[in-house]
């Protein structure tokens, strides 16, 4: 693998680390002679500064390791190396090349003829069997399915329990998080030093620290996260005045993800998508003459969803992931629900485009919106205005699982 493709390898990790031909903070990571330019907009934190170091040290042994393998297992490799890195910055004393291992052999076993999933929550304290000893799968696989079920383990991957998660010990949210809803009863129940690795049906791996999103490793593509860098990074470029529609719109946009339900969310708080619907039945205005009966009878349910609320109950976001699921885009402003189901009409500059929904939503970007897409793989891409010094803008996406 070449040096200047290692270096794309890393920038891929981060969500909020992104390419263009300008940005508000210009960032570098070099090999020797070799450097890539990334932007951000707000500097680095200490976390993630000190993630970068750590990768510009680590690739100059990483590259001669993989000098001789495909492009593709490369790139594996040298994420897997560097995610461990970065869970190692945050919690030294889990033993997170057993887990990574761990995780590797679940992708190989089924029970039933069903992928194996497994919820663990890793503890402080001693331990008693070995969960990850292969002599153990045959009773191990069959009892670990169930989502509220987990085995507790210490930092060694030692059983210290096996329990479940009552309905009375699960509260609902009532502020945005950074996890999917499904992990949620997880969080309720961790202690500040806990941690938590799910592995689901669909072979996705999550590490859960107990502020949310640490690291997750989907389609083979390994992820870092530092949670609030994210929602900073979604204000930074929706503009001000969109703090709570930032905090909201990320954690609606992993529940979307990891529900494999492809979706296109388009905010537009100053009117400049309604022309460029094609379908006027799925505007939701008692003044639109096309509006169908349906959606008709609905606006009282769903128009007063309010991305930009501050309580959870005004955003009622398990409806709106269901109105997110239907073909076409959901509309929306700060505190109204403007349309779903819609088909937008393709800007002359968004010829190029592959597939209808990232048609539709580069289009919505173009007509002024801010548009995001998630594939049916659950890829996440939001496009948006790269803003550089004295003036100057580049268009810009970031995409990550």
């Not at 490799?77 to 910055?89: G, R, V, Y």
């Not at 008692?286 to 349910?301: K, S």
Request: glycine share 6%; charged share 25%.
């Amino acid at each position: 693998m070449r040096k200047r493709k290692a270096l794309n390898v890393v920038i891929d990790m981060v969500p909020n680390w992104y390419q263009a031909d300008c940005g508000n903070i210009e960032n570098e990571i070099r090999i020797g002679c070799v450097s890539e330019t990334f932007y951000t907009e707000r500097g680095l934190t200490p976390a993630l500064r000190s993630f970068l170091l750590t990768a510009e040290y680590k690739l100059i042994k990483l590259l001669e390791l993989v000098e001789d393998i495909p492009d593709s297992m490369a790139t594996e490799l040298i994420q897997e190396s560097l995610a461990k890195a970065w869970l190692e910055q945050h919690e030294q004393n889990i033993d997170w090349g057993k887990v990574f291992s761990y995780s590797r052999d679940l992708d190989h076993r089924t029970y039933e003829n069903s992928p194996i999933s497994i919820n663990l929550l890793i503890r402080q304290g001693s331990g008693g069997f070995d969960l990850t000893d292969e002599s153990h799968y045959k009773i191990i696989d069959p009892l670990a399915s169930n989502l509220n079920v987990y085995f507790e383990v210490n930092q060694d991957l030692r059983y210290r329990n096996y329990n479940y998660i009552s309905w009375s010990e699960v509260k609902e949210s009532t502020s945005y998080k950074f996890i999917p809803e499904f992990l949620h009863p997880f969080q309720q129940i961790k202690d500040r030093n806990d941690w938590s690795v799910h592995k689901t049906s669909r072979g996705d791996l999550i590490i859960l620290d107990s502020c949310g999103l640490r690291a997750t490793r989907r389609k083979g593509k390994w992820t870092i996260y530092d949670p609030q860098t994210i929602k900073n990074m979604i204000y930074d470029i929706m503009g001000r005045g969109s703090y709570w529609i930032a905090c909201n719109l990320f954690e609606v946009l992993l529940d979307l993800s990891y529900k494999r339900h492809g979706a296109l969310l388009i905010y537009d708080n100053l009117d400049k998508i309604s022309a460029y619907i094609t379908n006027r039945e799925s505007l939701l205005d008692y003044n639109n003459e096309d509006l169908d009966i349906v959606r008709d009878n609905m606006i009282p349910a769903i128009s007063n969803i309010s991305m930009a609320s501050r309580h959870s109950t005004n955003i009622k976001k398990r409806l709106l992931i269901e109105l997110a699921s239907m073909d076409g885009a959901v509309i929306y402003s700060d505190r109204t629900l403007k349309g779903f189901g819609c088909m937008i009409q393709a800007h002359p500059d968004a010829g190029e485009a592959t597939g209808a929904r990232t048609t539709a939503a580069l289009s919505a970007y173009l007509y002024g919106c801010f548009a995001v897409k998630v594939s049916t793989d659950g890829d996440i891409t939001i496009f948006f205005t790269s803003r550089g010094m004295r003036g100057k803008t580049s268009p810009a996406k970031i995409s990550f699982l």
